[in-house]
């Protein structure tokens, strides 16, 4: 048995239907951004870095990556408390360009609104969300997601990008917590 497989309810998305997914994503990107010469993907960090790594190879428009890291204040909560911080800034310029965010999950929509609003006070010509994963039911705050890879029912899940404790991002599929490890 492999240490994640205790934790493990059942595989929700399986891992050739994740890619499956991203590369139609990064195929519809690629035709919604053509010609577009100042494209910047970012990566919110951590749980954005396996869809980021994966949706770039997709996109063939030339795009540059940068990564912000936000967190909610509060450790070992599940759930977001609305109060999210800036851990670490992006390094480039975003005025002017256009930004795609990409995202893991939005739950209840707390950190994109933050994120969202970060970004736009910096004045982009645009500014898209791309996310893998929704969790609609549990949503506080109205986001607007143009590109979406999965809506999902209101369970825990961790793996392609989502950690457990941190752990096990580096799953290929993502799967539903059992409810006894929460
Ligand atoms: P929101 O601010 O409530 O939308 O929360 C978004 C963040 O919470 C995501 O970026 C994830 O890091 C985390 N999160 C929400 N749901 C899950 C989940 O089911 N598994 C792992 N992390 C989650
Ligand atoms: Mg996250």
Redesign the pocket.
């Known amino acids: 048995m492999l240490p994640y497989e205790k934790f493990l309810a059942e595989i929700l998305i399986d891992e050739v239907t994740v890619q499956r997914r991203v590369a139609e994503l990064g195929a519809q990107i690629s035709s919604d951004y053509a010609g577009v010469d100042n494209l910047i993907l970012i990566c919110?960090l951590k749980?954005g870095i396996m869809f980021l790594v994966d949706l770039s190879r997709h996109i063939t428009v030339p795009h540059e990556m940068d990564f912000l890291a936000v967190s909610?204040y509060g450790k070992g909560v599940r759930e977001?408390t609305g109060k999210v911080r800036i851990d670490m800034d992006l390094s480039a310029t975003v005025t002017d360009r256009h930004v795609l965010i990409v995202?893991?999950?939005?739950?209840?929509?707390?950190?994109?609104k933050f994120v969202m609003d970060v970004l736009k006070a910096r004045q982009p010509a645009s500014l898209r969300l791309c996310a893998l994963l929704n969790?609609p039911e549990r949503r506080k705050v109205d986001i607007a997601i143009e590109y979406q890879g999965f809506e999902i029912e209101n369970k825990?899940?961790?793996g392609y990008g989502?950690?457990l404790d941190e752990k096990y991002r580096n799953l290929p599929f993502v799967g539903v917590v059992k409810s006894d490890a929460l």
């Open positions: 919110i749980g909610s977001s995202e893991d999950i939005i739950d209840s929509g707390e950190t994109l969790k825990f899940v961790f989502l950690d």
